[in-house]
T-cell receptor
Framework: KAGVTQTPRYLIKTRGQQVTLSCSPI?????VSWYQQTPGQGLQFLFE???????NKGNFPGRFSGRQFSNSRSEMNVSTLELGDSALYLC???????????????FGPGTRLTVL | AQKITQTQPGMFVQEKEAVTLDCTYD???????LFWYKQPSSGEMIFLIY??????QNATEGRYSLNFQKARKSANLVISASQLGDSAMYFC??????????FGAGTTVTVRA
């Protein structure tokens, strides 16, 4: 079974631009979560989607948004990029979401975003 | 709110030896899951092992075992017979009823030949 895929793998943008990252979950998984990883802040939760509904959102400004499509694929968008948005963005999928504590999240390879 | 603490920023271990990575947690959820992930320098997070809060026995997966002490709120990862390919960052994480994983700061493991 194919794993979680993320595109693009690497991205370079300049301040003020916007970016869209894509995530395709493991087949049959309906929950998709996004995390931001930086050396200073570690891994921080961005948001989680299940059946096209956002069930939880982390403490990030409104410039960060996401959505999920009917085929469970997800995108996240960051508008008006800032230097501090440079990070590894990781997408994870699971069958039902961690509200069921046995549900395991499987991660994609990440998108490394650099903002100049 | 959930909190995960990993107090060891970095560790060195000799090849073929065992290593224990510490993880303590704090939560008010009555049930929760505990996970360990491995992150090589490539960046991908690889799931290693899971322990449920109601599981009576410690989880094991090949060379990985989880030493779960619920009363002490600890979930230490033991890697037996270390291999050079085990060199990576290791994260302890917790799930609750809020649809997210909370991660610790991670521990870097370097395996020496």
């Amino acid at each position: 079974k194919a794993g979680v895929t993320q595109t693009p793998r690497y991205l370079i943008k300049t301040r003020g631009q916007q970016v869209t990252l894509s995530c395709s979950p493991i087949s049959g998984h309906r929950s998709v979560s996004w995390y931001q990883q930086t050396p200073g802040q570690g891994l921080q939760f961005l948001f989680e989607y299940f059946s096209e509904t956002q069930r939880n959102k982390g403490n990030f400004p409104g410039r960060f948004s996401g959505r999920q499509f009917s085929n469970s694929r997800s995108e996240m968008n960051v508008s008006t990029l800032e230097l501090g948005d440079s990070a590894l963005y990781l997408c994870a999928s699971s069958l039902a979401g961690t509200g069921i504590i046995t549900d395991t999240q499987y991660f994609g390879p990440g998108t490394r975003l650099t903002v100049l | 709110a959930q909190k995960i603490t990993q107090t060891q920023p970095g560790m060195f271990v000799q090849e073929k030896e065992a290593v224990t990575l510490d993880c303590t947690y704090d939560t008010s959820d009555p049930s929760y899951g505990l996970f360990w992930y491995k992150q090589p320098s490539s960046g991908e997070m690889i799931f290693l092992i899971y322990q449920g809060s109601y599981d009576q026995q410690n989880a094991t997966e090949g060379r990985y075992s989880l030493n779960f002490q619920k009363a002490r709120k600890s979930a230490n990862l033991v890697i037996s017979a270390s291999q050079l390919g085990d060199s990576a960052m290791y994260f302890c994480a917790m799930s609750g009823d809020d649809y997210k994983l909370s991660f610790g700061a991670g521990t870097t493991v370097t395996v020496r030949a």
